[in-house]
């Protein structure tokens, strides 16, 4: 019997169990510690700090970290080993996890279901009363696959030589699953998932090469079916697992979801859903016709690639607004800040340029200083020039939309910002730095739509929907390099913004 080791996480109190000289990095990302470079052990992103015991230090450690970080017990969580008991401190100790508390609609089944948002960074799960309707039950986590990298694109490449990603997702959510089923009478009768492109691929154990590289094109997008004894969970033989169908490209299954949930393909007005992340996905219709595409905005809005970025937990600045000549900054749990995450950049640009400290090209008036915000958290040049690709990325996005669909920006009556991020950030920043160009107004934070619609999608054989929806590649249309370049720059005030959308309607 292999020997175990006591490794204690503060401030969590959490407690794991650790074989002797394992590695810790998978215990680690299940409780928040984060891997932005995909355990490559260069980016000291995933920091843990040894408070009692003691962890060699190996040579990535050196690399990263000063001589008085080393002596003051900091090390990389992916490189760590549970060589003898150990007491960690760890920074990344919370993270929200946006759910929905909406029911569905009475139906004459009998049994219970359970609806997954299977997302890149957290994953949420409810448990649902099939005759009622009513939500039974909530699970929430991280993604256990965030250990092997932040973004979609650094687990493709993982995925490629090895299936630990397929396994890693299969069995947190059997003991998700299994969570919210316990002491229930009824039996569960069906899963229904969403998520992502790459999230379908890697939990249906599907080839994600074609997702390495132009044009990420993949010949099974369609919606997968699985019995519980395929992916190893303990279900009735006879319930249905089903991980809903993509829309194309990178376009997942929960804008799919997010289509359901908003009523998108309702009505006559025009509607736009956008749901912003490393990858920001877009669709644009009514009832008639939906355009959905998805554009690599980059890791911004997630704070990543930003010097001091980090997601929306304890200790990010949240927040930014200004107060006369200085800045006012709300953090996450009321601590001190240890970094800032996408809703607080974007409120921080704005202040910014309403400050003249940022140009609207995006050039800081100060050359080679930050603009500070609380110490020790400043934004710099880079950063500022990480959100100008983001945010001009969506923006042009969004206008190769209209020019395919024939409207212009006046046109669309209500923009909806689904997820995390759309929950948290303010309009008018969105607005201001040319993210959004509507009027704030019609911007509407539309939560987890993506767990709404999956819900609503339980027991639906079919979706009509999707004969009316239409991918377009962004990267295939001649003009999406100049609408680009032109969305990049951020507008100088409320007058610029108008001028800009009377631009793109002269420019039809």
Not at 243 to 267: E, K, M, N, R, Y
Request: proline share 4%.
């Amino acid at each position: 019997m292999s020997e175990r080791v006591r490794v204690e996480l503060s401030p969590l109190g959490v407690v794991l169990d650790a074989e002797k000289g394992s590695t810790l990095e998978n215990m680690l990302a299940m409780h928040g510690v984060e891997f932005p470079c995909g355990g490559s052990g260069i980016c000291g992103g995933c920091r843990v700090q040894v408070l009692a015991g003691a962890a060699e230090a190996r040579e990535a450690d050196k690399t990263v970290f000063s001589s008085a970080e080393l002596s003051a017990g900091y090390r990389l969580g992916c490189r760590i080993r549970a060589e003898a008991a150990l007491k960690l401190k760890v920074d990344q100790w919370s993270l929200p996890v946006l759910s929905d508390e909406a029911g569905r609609g009475e139906s004459a089944r009998r049994g219970l279901a359970v609806a997954i948002d299977l997302g890149t960074t957290t994953v949420a799960a409810q448990l649902l009363d099939l005759a009622s309707g009513a939500v039974l039950g909530l699970r929430t986590g991280l993604n256990p696959q965030s250990a092997h990298g932040a973004d979609v694109m650094s687990r493709v490449r993982y995925a490629m030589h090895s299936d630990e990603l397929t396994t890693l997702i299969r069995e947190f959510l059997a003991e998700m699953i299994a969570g919210l089923a316990a002491e229930r009478e009824a039996e569960i009768v069906e899963v229904a998932l969403v998520g992502n492109t790459v999230m379908h691929h890697l939990f249906c154990g599907l080839d994600v090469e074609p997702l390495s590289h132009v044009p990420f094109h993949s010949g099974n997008l369609g919606e997968q079916r699985f019995s519980p004894k395929q992916v190893g969970w303990k279900l009735p033989e006879s319930a249905k697992i089903r991980f809903l169908p993509c829309l194309g490209g990178f376009v997942g299954s929960d804008i799919l979801a997010g289509i359901l949930a908003t009523d998108l393909h309702q009505g006559e007005s025009l509607r736009t859903l956008i749901d912003l992340g490393t990858n920001g996905e877009i669709a644009l219709g009514n009832c008639n016709r939906i355009l959905c595409a998805s554009t690599a905005a980059g890791a911004a809005f997630e704070a990543g690639a930003i010097r001091m970025g980090m997601r929306a937990a304890a200790g990010a600045i949240s927040r930014v607004t200004r107060r006369g000549d200085e800045v006012d900054c709300e953090v996450i749990g009321d601590v001190e800040p240890r970094g800032i995450c996408g809703s607080g950049l974007i409120d921080a640009v704005a202040v910014g340029l309403d400050m003249g400290l940022i140009r609207p090209n995006g050039r800081m008036a100060s050359a080679g200083q930050g603009f500070p915000l609380r110490p020790p958290v400043s934004i710099y040049q880079a950063d500022i020039r990480e959100l100008q690709l983001a945010k001009g990325a969506v923006a042009a996005g969004l206008r190769i939309l209209l020019d395919r669909w024939g409207a212009t920006l006046d046109e669309i009556d209500c923009v909806y910002l689904a997820g995390a991020f759309g929950n948290y950030v303010r309009p008018q920043s969105a607005c201001r730095i040319g993210l959004m160009e509507v009027p704030a107004e019609r911007l509407k934070a539309a939560g987890n739509t993506a767990l709404r619609g999956a819900k609503l999608a339980i027991a639906a054989e079919s979706f009509p929907v999707t004969s009316i929806v239409e991918h377009i590649s962004l990267a295939a249309d001649p003009h999406f390099e100049e609408r680009f370049a032109t969305c990049m720059r951020f507008p100088e005030g409320q007058k610029a913004v108008t001028e800009n959308r009377n631009t793109v309607a002269l420019e039809r």
